[in-house]
């Protein structure tokens, strides 16, 4: 079945620096999602990227998806103390008549003042 | 109010107890899910509804679960006989039309069985 792969776990960083998180994913999809997640705001969309697209920018998210290496990189620049959260992927199954969707393990972002 | 919305935020219930957790997508969204999350863990698929059909339940971890959406708007996901391994947040969440779109989560119920 389809999973996300999220790595690292765990990442904390300081103020300023940039932040990256990878996803990596077994099976072709259509579209892959990043979600971000903290205590304040509950579960929020960041980004949707779809297999015919490459790179993709929101502020001062970017992200990007290779799939002959089945992985996407969320990519977080001049990190701020808000940013601290848990991220995660979403996948598709791709095909077929089950409609499940699967989110990774997440990263665990620490952006310390 | 124009977001998702769950009740209630918080249950308590007692081993055995039945349970129904409540959620209002945005208005008109014809996708809506049930996610099951854990402590530390990401969110687990339980359920999707397009309208009023399900169409997959195959994350629903047993037969003591079920959801429904009988007017295509609101769902009601029911635990019966309830269980401590069902502590957990349970997340619901709409999308416009189709499974793959971006999806708007609603902030969670969170039960505690004790």
């Known amino acids: 079945s389809q999973q996300g792969e999220e790595d690292p776990q765990a990442l904390s960083i300081q103020e300023g620096e940039n932040a990256t998180m990878n996803c990596s994913y077994k099976?072709?999809?259509?579209?892959l999602q990043w979600y971000r997640q903290n205590s304040g705001r509950g579960l929020v969309h960041l980004i949707l990227i779809r297999s015919n697209e490459r790179e993709k920018h929101s502020g001062r998210l970017r992200v990007t998806l290779d799939t002959s290496k089945k992985s996407s990189s969320l990519l977080i620049t001049a990190s701020r103390a808000a940013d601290t959260a848990s991220y995660f992927c979403?996948?598709?199954?791709?095909?077929?008549?089950?409609?499940?969707?699967?989110f990774g393990k997440g990263t665990l972002l620490t952006v310390n003042p | 109010g124009a977001g998702v919305s769950q009740s209630p935020r918080y249950k308590v219930a007692k081993r055995g107890q039945d349970v129904a957790l409540r959620c209002d997508p945005i208005?008109?969204?014809?996708?809506l899910f049930w996610y099951q999350q854990a402590l530390g863990q990401g969110p687990e698929f339980l359920t999707y509804?397009?309208?009023?059909?399900?169409?997959?339940k195959s994350g629903l971890p047993s037969d003591r679960f079920f959801a429904e959406r009988p007017e295509g708007s609101v769902s009601t996901l029911k635990i019966q006989r309830t269980q401590q391994e069902d502590s957990a947040v349970y997340l619901c969440a709409s999308s416009p039309s189709g499974r793959e779109e971006t999806q708007y989560f609603g902030p969670g119920t969170r039960l505690l069985v004790l």
């Open positions: 979403l996948l598709p199954r791709s095909g077929g008549s089950n409609y499940k969707l699967t």
């Open positions: 509804f397009q309208n009023e059909a399900q169409l997959d």
């Open positions: 099976t072709s999809i259509n579209n």
């Open positions: 208005s008109g969204h014809v996708s």
